[in-house]
């Protein structure tokens, strides 16, 4: 019914910057908020950033002044910018939006498929 798909993930060297997008497309009538989680292996997933459909953020404490979270409503589509990558970002990375779908009262959580981020030292 509902797809959260992530593109850019990849390999890039320590102070090097990516940027994530991740679009949610089919039976989208309104979404709340957007968000990106990482998982490193062994460890649990942690929120990393988040923005309201509002446009209010807020970011973990390890990643504040290296990364930037930002939405297009339009598009249905969630950014990640991060810079002065370091080796310690290396993680999945997951988009999570809440989202309502038509004949639904209440928004659900939905989340992508995951994508790698490697930083090299």
């Known amino acids: 019914q509902v797809q959260l798909v992530e593109s850019g993930g990849g390999l890039v060297q320590a102070g090097g910057s990516l940027r994530l997008s991740c679009a949610a497309s089919?039976?989208?009538?309104?979404?709340?908020?957007m968000g990106w989680y990482r998982q490193a292996p062994g460890k649990q997933r942690d929120s990393v950033a988040s923005?309201?459909?509002?446009?209010?953020?807020n970011y973990a404490d390890s990643v504040k002044g290296r990364f930037t979270i930002s939405r297009d409503n339009a598009k249905n589509t969630v950014y990640l910018q991060m810079n002065s990558l370091k080796p310690e970002d290396t993680a999945v990375y997951y988009c999570?939006?809440?989202?309502?779908?038509?004949?639904?009262?209440?928004?659900?959580?939905?989340w992508g498929q995951g994508t790698q981020i490697t930083v090299s030292s």
């Open positions: 923005i309201t459909s509002g446009g209010s953020t």
């Open positions: 999570r939006g809440l989202i309502k779908i038509p004949g639904s009262f209440i928004f659900r959580e939905y």
């Open positions: 089919g039976r989208v009538l309104s979404i709340n908020d």
